[in-house]
């Protein structure tokens, strides 16, 4: 053991004449703590909110969708399926119709997003067919709504709606009306996402091709890859293997403003929860002085037998340095026990009527652990720097006359 880490233990072991600085030391090591597990909770609990969003988004849309630049929709959609099937990291791959329209029961109506595909293809490209919470995902003649939806028109499984398409029919004076068709409710499916259960419906691909006089044609093909985080490789490779005119869009890009807003948020959080341990550094900063005032006749004993004005900074910028170490892995291991507790038991519950989830979700990343210790280890290593640069200019005859 070196001298400079034995004084600096010395230092922070109470003694009888020192018992207020190790108060203030303690106090200083627990501000750490609180800052190191609030940060871990905190982005811990974030993470698993984005968790939530992403499997539900995936869930009810496909990791990658492919369009054409040329208008009027994608004639040839069944030479793109056959050519994406053939290509690596693709699992499956549907035709779709995508549509705003409006939708009427009898008792409400309201304006939506129509969804045309095909059933026994979509539950290879999504998980929609599992979020069914009433009847079926029968779409031969019938149609399924979100339960959002089915509430506020006030209906039911077997009950009957109207589907009214923007792109109507022309009549001979030049005029265009509405194509209006019944449909009956044969699904009612909930997601999570109140985006999707509030606004969405699917029918049969072929009934919305004649509903939107699309004849023959689609909005696109989705596509189910083998690993969906490497969707955006996949989509760029995909340009380049259908070419002009088609292109491909994955996941993340399609809610990038979501994703992105919850990023920012995270790492927000993470700078003003860092405010704590900056608290604590202040702690560290007055404790090292009020050592280094107490022990300036030590200081130039140490001097004066040969200790070297860098070996009196390590003694210093050790002592913050073990402060800042103690209270961030106890903070680390507090906040990784809260948060193993509430994902193992979830204590913590949130009202499912306003939140997509009934408990608090916790999705713990080791980096992150990680980046929180390294961060307060830092912070008090630069609170440590004043103290003992001051304790390293002490002259040595002076220190130890006054």
């Known amino acids: 053991m070196s001298y400079e880490f034995y004084i600096a233990k010395r230092y922070l072991t109470a003694r009888k004449r020192s018992k207020f600085i190790s108060l203030i030391t303690l106090i200083s090591v627990g501000g750490v703590l609180v800052g190191v597990a609030a940060l871990v909770i905190v982005l811990s609990v974030m993470n698993g909110f984005e968790t939530e969003v992403r499997s539900r988004i ?3 849309t496909s990791h990658i969708t492919v369009y054409s630049m040329e208008g009027g929709g994608m004639a040839d959609y069944s030479l793109v399926i056959e050519k994406v099937e053939k290509f690596k990291d693709v699992v499956a791959a549907s035709p779709f119709i995508f549509f705003k329209a409006a939708i009427a029961s009898a008792t409400a109506s309201d304006g939506i997003a129509v969804r045309g595909v095909l059933p026994q293809k979509e539950v290879e490209v999504t998980n929609i067919g599992e979020k069914i919470k009433s009847g079926a995902f029968d779409l031969r003649n019938g149609i399924c709504l979100g339960s959002d939806l089915a509430e506020e028109l006030r209906v039911s499984v077997g009950d009957q709606v109207n589907l009214f398409s923007l792109e109507g029919e022309e009549m001979e004076s ?17 997601t999570g996402m109140y985006e999707y259960d509030s606004q969405l419906a699917l029918i049969s691909l072929d ?11 689609v909005s696109g093909v989705e596509i189910r890859t083998k690993d969906y985080y490497q969707a955006g490789r996949i989509a760029n490779e995909l340009d380049e293997y259908l070419g002009f005119p088609y292109y491909a869009v994955d996941w993340m890009h399609q809610h990038k403003n979501l994703f992105s807003w919850m ?18 550094a202040f702690n560290i900063i007055s404790t090292l002085i009020m050592v280094v005032m107490e022990k300036t006749k030590e200081i130039g004993i140490l001097k004066s037998m040969g200790a070297t004005p860098q070996g009196i900074r390590h003694i210093f910028l050790i002592e ?17 026990g809260l948060c193993w507790a509430q994902e193992t038991f979830k204590f913590i519950s949130l009202p499912s009527q306003i939140y997509f989830i009934n408990s608090l979700p916790i999705d713990m990343h080791p980096l992150d652990f990680i980046l929180v210790v390294l961060a307060s280890l830092g912070i008090c290593t630069l609170a440590s720097l004043y103290p003992a640069y001051k304790a390293a200019r002490l002259v040595p005859v002076e220190a130890i006359r006054y």
Do not use: D, H
């Open 58 to 60: 995936i869930g009810t």
């Open 174 to 190: 030049g005029l265009s009306v509405p194509k209006v068709t019944k449909f009956k409710v044969t699904g009612i499916f909930e």
């Open 207 to 217: 009934k919305a091709q004649k509903l939107f006089n699309l004849k023959g044609r």
């Open 263 to 280: 990023k920012i948020e995270k790492w927000s959080m993470f700078l003003i929860l860092c405010l704590i341990i900056l608290v604590a």
């Open 320 to 336: 913050g340095l073990v402060v800042g170490a103690v209270g961030a892995v106890l903070g680390s291991g507090i906040g990784y």
